[in-house]
């Protein structure tokens, strides 16, 4: 383990039984449900200070710290922490697992109790709204009634656009970052390609494999995926070039290139640590979620209080900045307190997790002045 | 069948047995070498005005016209025929199945005389620079000294080029449209994707299945990852949006949305026309394809007497402008006889086959310029 006496150190990651029955958006009804989460520095005397980071599609509860016995800090690591971004000497930090997830929170590999074996298909399909609401709930149980802010990247951005819709009095502030209020065909697209990917693994047997093999092929295929989304086609120019991997094998079809080589370990490293039906599921309640279901975006805006960071990045493809404009452009129209930031990265949808001191800046600046009562209007590019 | 008499009609593919033994650039000998092509219009007395077309990726010999009993034209009928871009009053065109084909042409899927059983993976590694001379054999055989240009998209654009590296002597011009002199990391990545999601099949069989079943589902997971690169966001935006399927099915993680019924029918449409393991032999001959390997291509390009049209669409971003961008600017450091032409088109990668009108326009003013030896040097955007 390295990690300095300025980081977090160990964290541990906590259950929450958050209903013992959740009726869904769908109507149906699950439970019980369990929500993993972790949590960083003190909830304050006015129980004023707490932000709850929502994860992305592959995420976890476990954003900032060391589990014991392990050599990699949390997903956010960069961010959360003594003197980070969201400054855990500040801020009492809040990460759960989402409804649907496999690290820990109710999801299709969970237990269902009224057959003891694992839900596996049986488990219902669930929204962002779902996600948030069994958020909500946990937040309850943390005898938290406003959260100072809530944060969140891709799928995170999601969850924050959907708290404040549907509990906008829940919340000072959101930090939405390169993300969407709805997804477009082409992320739509490549979510499906991931799908069959995992439905076409032979080992899939209907999402019925939690006692034998797993769908690792096609997981690792729906990972891949993902990976050349995450990047930008610069950012893989810079990485890998034309580069050739070294070792020549005799199978015809190896990874002759560095590119080849990468996906291919992404891949590899995914499987062990996620399910295929929670990949599913989750990817299915992004595709579904549209904040403008019911009303546009400038309604659901108006009349709030809440105030906004929306940061896109110039080269992310996959949640381009129109998305995020849309956003901005509804807030504007509203009256909603919004600052707009593009950040100029080469690294794709990937640089909400990379462009650590830019966005640190941009984060710890806003936080302040929402603590502080400020207003934060201001759109300025980087 | 529907085809006015405007049209080319029947026509019939034909087979020609190339060479009994080919050195491949490996140094591996294949033999015998089998190309199935296609004509149309007649050789001039001076076998003068032979244009050849190279398909793309998944096409084949069948550019134009009918076969019998079928009620699709070829794969460029648009662009081939009386009066047409490549016209076949004026021209005589001729289309082949590259090598490591499947549609009549020797690939993987042959029969391998030495062992009776098609090849599998016993075919060898081919390569672009393979694929261009069994095409060099045929021309020579259909008698014709020199081409009066050699023309494609994508792919088919790579062959233009490597019939430029390599016998720049027996054509006249190229017409290279949205392709390049080498693969980006980013289009490695999705072909090894599309590879691996093959080799994911259970029924791949380390490509031994031809008496079995299919890769199936593998292979429809790599077209639609294909589908998704050949649009753009925008054009998914036009023509799908988030339209929903109306057919509302008891299965969880069904085509709900209409780009997923969309890939869902290209992907089950191709299995039945394409062998998977011409897909891995064919993707890996692209990413190999390097024009610079033993020089800039500047230096490839000096002292050609070759004319070259050079034609991209602004939405194409699997082979975006700057690939053609690159091919333009070392012409014009070589002195080589050049026009660019950037099409202002929303299709993506699919333009080349959808934008005809202005890319017909094109073609047909430059291959008739070609005839006529004038000067072709131009640059304009549409």
Known sequence: MKHSTTEIGIVQTQFATVADELVLESGEKLGPVTLAYETYGELNAGKSNAVLICHALSGDAHVAGYHKGENKPGWWDDMVGHGKAFDTDKYYV??????????????????????????????????????????????????????????????????????????????????????????????????????????????????????????????????????????????????????????????????????????????????????????????????????????????????????LLVIAFRSDWLYPVWQSQQIVKACKIAGLNATYCEIDSTYGHDAFLLEIEQEAHLVSHFLKRVSNGYDVTGEYAI
């Open 94 to 307: 809040i990460c759960s697992n989402v409804l649907g997830g496999c690290k820990g929170s109710t999801g299709p590999g969970s237990v269902n109790p009224k057959t003891g074996q694992p839900y596996g298909l049986h488990f219902p399909l669930i929204t962002i709204g779902d996600m948030v609401k069994a958020q909500q709930l946990l937040i309850k149980q943390l005898g938290i009634d406003k959260l100072c802010s809530v944060a969140g990247g891709s799928m995170g951005g999601m969850q924050a656009l959907e708290w404040l819709r549907s509990a906008p009095d829940k919340l000072e502030s959101a930090i939405l970052i390169a993300t969407a209020a709805m997804h477009s065909p082409q992320q739509i697209a490549f979510n499906e390609v991931g799908r069959q990917a995992i439905m076409a693994d032979h080992y899939w047997h209907d999402g019925n494999y939690y006692e034998g093999r797993s769908p690792a092929k096609g997981l690792a295929v729906a990972r891949m995926v993902g990976h050349i989304t995450y990047m930008s086609e610069t950012s893989m120019l810079d990485k890998f070039g034309r580069q050739q991997k070294n070792e020549k094998q005799p199978f015809k079809f190896t990874a002759d290139f560095e590119v080849e080589g990468y996906l291919q370990n992404k891949g590899d490293s995914f499987v062990k640590r996620f399910d295929a039906n929670s990949y599913l599921y989750i990817t299915k309640a992004m595709d579904f979620f549209d904040l403008t279901e019911e009303k546009p975006l400038h309604e659901i805006f108006k009349g709030l209080d809440a105030k």
